[in-house]
């Protein structure tokens, strides 16, 4: 996309600080889809699943909200799907309604050089072609975030991080369909309660406390219509957090470098760890991280070895200031889901015997299907290895992907 015109003169257009350069999105999904007879396994990153009982795709929010509330009011199952990439469904049928959102669209509300940019996005609106754009036009925030796959609409219900950047950095607003009250409304960023991979829309899939009385899965209670983000101007990138992600900059940790400089590092890291889409590279073929990082008591750490990855805990949606940290949260650190794994015996490429589900050959936090895989053999790899990290090191490991069958009562 070309550079988007200035919206807004209240003090004057941004005048770039260095070079802006045009980007390229990455692939977002791999979806191949027969819109007559779907199945999870033409949805879905990982590519496995059966067939779906009724298969809508729409083009505007009138038709999304008329899809929404005939599927609430059949009564029957609704997953509500972006890029696929952080869906687990089993083989057999789906007994309900799974909507896809085509919507791909973007709307500056203010864009200027003392108030930065406020920019609104669809659901639908394929997440690395926003953050392409963003670095494209001197949007500052997402760059570390580059190359995840899935929508605009997952960033805020996953809270979507990497490389020590989470977008509630520059989340501003969710506007959502709200299945209860059955009205469509905004929330705040402080109503979104957002953590470590989690929020208050995560958290009403099966929590009945938020959702108001009920489980709402394999979708939650609010549905995301549109995100809404609130960026500073810069053609440097946010102070680089992570250290991996530094040395591969030739930096170190707090420089800022060229923005689509370190989106082309990120890109290169997840690439080396099979983690951008490729249909030629089996290992690309899973859900993204299968497990998330634990997230323990501090006094913890006493009992687990001495060289286990740990780090702060912060909240990043409360960050101020380009090079303003977040608050710690106190009295917990986050560990590596990855070293676990591994010293808990479980190798890159780790399968099962006789299974077509295997962790990733270069990053064992990726459950892939080699060629043939189900949902069964991805669901006990997971399980075995969730069961070998507890038993080793008393910690149980969490998934990340939405697993449709636990909430429809069936059989992996």
């Not at 064992?364 to 507890?390: F, M, P, R, S, Y």
Request: glycine share 10%.
């Amino acid at each position: 996309m070309a550079p988007v015109a200035n919206a807004g003169a209240a003090c004057g257009p941004w005048e770039p600080d260095g070079e802006l350069v045009n980007v390229t999105p990455v692939p977002s999904n791999r979806i191949k889809v027969n819109p007559e007879a779907p199945t999870f396994a033409d949805l879905t990153t990982l590519g496995v699943g059966g067939t779906i009982e009724k298969y809508l795709e729409v083009s505007t929010e009138a038709d999304f909200l008329q899809a929404i509330k005939e599927a609430d009011e059949s009564q029957q199952p609704l997953y509500v799907i972006g890029g696929g990439s952080n869906t687990v469904a089993p083989a057999q049928h789906f007994p309900g309604t799974v909507i896809r959102d085509l919507r791909q669209e973007m709307d500056v509300e203010h864009d200027s050089a003392c108030g930065g940019v406020s920019v609104r996005a669809t659901a639908g609106l394929p997440w690395d072609d926003f953050v392409a754009h963003a670095i494209s036009n001197g949007w500052m925030g997402v760059e570390a975030l580059s190359g995840i796959p899935g929508t605009v609409g997952a960033a805020p219900v996953q809270n979507i991080g990497a490389y020590g950047q989470e977008v509630a950095e520059t989340l501003a607003s969710v506007r959502v369909y709200d299945r209860l009250e059955q009205r469509a409304h905004q929330l705040a960023l402080s109503d979104l309660e957002l953590e470590y991979r989690n929020s208050l829309l995560k958290r009403s899939l099966s929590d009945p406390k938020v959702g108001g009385g009920r489980v709402w899965g394999p979708t939650g209670r609010w549905i995301v219509l549109e995100v809404g983000f609130q960026m500073r101007h810069a053609t440097l990138s946010a102070p680089i957090r992570y250290e991996q992600l530094a040395q591969a900059m030739d930096a170190k940790v707090g420089d800022r470098v060229p923005a689509h400089e370190l989106r082309q590092a990120v890109l290169e890291i997840r690439r080396r760890k099979g983690m951008v889409l490729d249909d030629q590279d089996r290992d690309t073929w899973s859900a993204g991280s299968f497990f998330t990082n634990p997230v323990i008591p501090t006094e913890k750490l006493a009992e687990l070895p001495d060289d286990l990855p740990h780090y702060d805990v912060y909240d990043r949606a409360l960050a101020t200031g380009i090079k303003g940290r977040a608050p710690k949260v106190k009295g917990v650190q986050k560990v590596s889901a990855a070293w676990l794994i591994q010293h808990a015996g479980f190798e890159p490429g780790f399968a099962l015997e006789g299974s077509q589900a295997a962790l990733n050959s270069r990053h064992t936090l990726a459950i892939t299907n080699q060629g043939g895989a189900n949902a069964t053999q991805v669901w006990d790899l997971a399980e075995h290895v969730i069961a070998g990290v507890e038993d080793k090191f008393g910690i149980k490991l969490e998934p990340e992907p939405v697993c449709l069958n636990n909430f429809l009562g069936e059989q992996k």
